[in-house]
């Protein structure tokens, strides 16, 4: 069995158990042995030894890392004290809590690294406040599950940590690059709630805007707010490296939520261990499988056979970023992040450098779009959180959820097309 066929062989198999509702890494690794046992080109060893060294990576030990610090951050009351510096700013505007919630899931987003993990810890403060000023609960749930997205674009990221494991891309400059889109998502979410909230006359929290209270939230969310400072920072002024920053940003979280906001006890810092070590233990998984699946594909040449095809399809750099979008939309609506970026990765990347696309600017291309399948049925992680969170049914989530959908879009054509939105930091810092 070689070339296409192994790749139509594993494909198959791989939708089939999805379909079956098996669980993606063991769906990723089950396709691989059934492929092995049929006649692959690799054995049973090749298999066990390829997902050993999948995991032995020092930038993979940032997501354990990354995951628990924001869990920690959210037991700490970190997520409180942004939602409330924000409020103080422009809360009283038409709209002001949409804004607030946007921005504070793009800060969120910059302790946590996770969407799901965005939409949880904000959308338990921020739900009832705009409920009961008046905002209709679909729209509400609706726009925390789409700010929830901005949690994997806003560095630190997951899906950047696996873009730059899975194709040697430098994950300091993808977090780096993702700030003006992160920031872009973000506005095109804002001009949406602003409009819509003008449009049904929802005002804003009903208090009289004051500099003295925008000093004591900010005196009060101060340690939340150096978070991105420290961790960012310590990586772009080489400090530490990624990893390095979130094993900070776990001490960092310790300490605030036990010593200083004093939020935290050692019941719930067991509870947010556990649970991180269960999100871990998943992610885990499907990089070892998924890690296989890439090196046999490899092996196998579907990569050079998807360029040679796509090259053979059109020399439009254009034409090739749209089908390319088109692609990833569609995966994201389907597959989960991770498991997405460790089979496709590999693949298009070098397609999209034969056209003069840095990795670094594809690789926020890939995350923006496969973040935007949070919010997509039938996969949508963000659209299951916010159902639990705001106890709204997941089909009027959906329904309230395409013009969100609509304005992030319009900023991955942005984003796509623009390179300097990606390029512009990475290139003045390099």
């Known amino acids: 069995m070689q070339g296409a066929v192994a790749g139509i062989v594993i494909f198959v198999i791989f939708m089939a158990l999805c379909f079956m509702t098996v669980p993606i890494g063991i769906s990723i690794g089950a396709a691989c042995v059934i492929y092995c046992l049929l006649g692959g080109s690799v054995d049973m060893n090749y298999i066990t030894t390829n997902m050993f060294?999948?995991?032995?990576?020092?930038?993979?030990?940032?997501?354990?890392?990354?995951?628990?610090s924001g869990a920690l951050m959210e037991g700490g009351g970190l997520s409180k004290r942004l939602?409330?510096?924000f409020d103080a700013f422009v809360g009283h505007k038409t709209g002001g809590l949409a804004i607030v919630c946007v921005i504070a899931c793009m800060f969120f987003g910059a302790i946590s690294g996770s969407a799901p993990a965005t939409v949880a810890a904000i959308g338990t403060i921020m739900a009832p406040s705009m409920i009961e000023r008046g905002y209709s609960k679909?729209?509400?749930?609706?726009?925390?599950?789409?700010?929830?997205?901005?949690?994997?674009?806003?560095?630190?990221?997951?899906?950047m940590v696996m873009f730059g494991v899975a194709t040697g891309t430098s994950i300091s400059s993808l977090f780096m690059a993702g700030f003006l889109p992160g920031i872009s998502c973000g506005l095109c979410l804002i001009v949406l709630s602003v409009m819509t909230s003008k449009k049904n006359g929802w005002t804003g929290n009903g208090l009289t805007f004051t500099w003295a209270r925008v000093g004591r939230e900010f005196k009060d969310a101060i340690w939340a707010l150096l978070v991105p400072v420290i961790i960012l920072g310590g990586i772009y002024g080489g400090i530490f490296t990624p990893t390095e920053a979130a094993v900070v940003a776990v001490v960092y979280a310790l300490i605030i939520g036990l010593f200083v906001y004093k939020e935290l006890d050692l019941s719930t810092v067991w509870v947010k261990l556990f649970d991180s070590a269960k999100t871990t233990g998943t992610i885990l998984i499907i990089v070892a499988t998924g890690t296989v699946l890439g090196r046999v594909l490899t092996l196998e040449q579907i990569p050079t056979m998807v360029a040679t095809a796509l090259q053979s399809f059109t020399d439009s750099r254009f034409v090739?970023?749209?089908?390319?979008?088109?692609?990833?939309?569609?995966?994201?609506?389907?597959?989960?992040?991770?498991?997405a970026i460790l089979i496709i990765a590999p693949i298009l990347t070098p397609v999209v450098a034969a056209f003069g696309v840095n990795p670094i600017h594809f690789g926020i291309i890939m995350v923006v779009n496969l973040s935007i399948g949070f919010i997509?049925?039938?996969?949508g992680a963000n659209l299951f959180v916010a159902c639990g969170v705001g106890n709204i049914k997941f089909q009027e989530l959906v329904k309230n959820i395409w013009t969100f959908l609509i304005a992030l879009l319009v900023a991955l054509v942005a984003i796509t097309y623009i390179e300097p939105i990606a390029m512009l930091l990475p290139n003045l810092f390099s």
């Open 53 to 68: 060294t999948g995991c032995d990576s020092f930038p993979l030990m940032a997501i354990p890392f990354f995951v628990l």
């Open 83 to 85: 939602v409330n510096f």
């Open 138 to 159: 679909g729209f509400t749930m609706a726009l925390i599950a789409a700010s929830g997205c901005l949690g994997t674009i806003i560095p630190p990221s997951i899906p």
């Open 320 to 339: 090739i970023l749209l089908v390319i979008d088109l692609i990833l939309l569609v995966v994201g609506c389907l597959m989960e992040t991770t498991s």
């Open 376 to 379: 997509t049925p039938p996969v």
